[in-house]
């Protein structure tokens, strides 16, 4: 499980700009809170050598599916979200998520640790609030 700034990173596909190449359908992880993108640990090494291929020839798009053809069971099983699930569970699960990490770190008196799981927190419940006015 990958984590983030006090939330759990979602396994995703997406594309990533390297230099002026597009890579299509890249495994990612991605921070609901932050929004920081990191490409699946799994598959780093070959999206690396992909990139500088893909870079060196000059083209411009690439999909990554189409170089690396399997992939070790569910990249994405040990992620606790991923993209296509209901935002609104999803989000409901990071805050559930972060408040059983508020109480370890209240127990370790861990004031920083505390601070920052609170900010998420309220990131997280205000996202909570739009979606759920949202699906009325």
Known sequence: MSFCCGASMMGTKGTIKHYRTHIHNVPLLFCPVCHRIEVHHLVANEYEI?????H?????????????????????ENCVNC????????????????????TVAKQLNDT???MQLKKRLA????RRIRLMQKNK
């Open 50 to 54: 992909l990139a500088e291929f893909a």
């Open 56 to 76: 060196g020839d000059g083209a411009s798009e690439v999909d990554f599916q189409d170089y690396v053809s399997e992939v070790d069971g569910d990249i994405y």
């Open 83 to 102: 993209e296509n699930e209901d935002p609104l569970d999803v989000v409901q699960n990071q805050i559930d998520i972060s408040l059983d990490l508020l």
């Open 112 to 114: 920083h640790w505390q």
């Open 123 to 126: 990131v997280m419940s205000q």
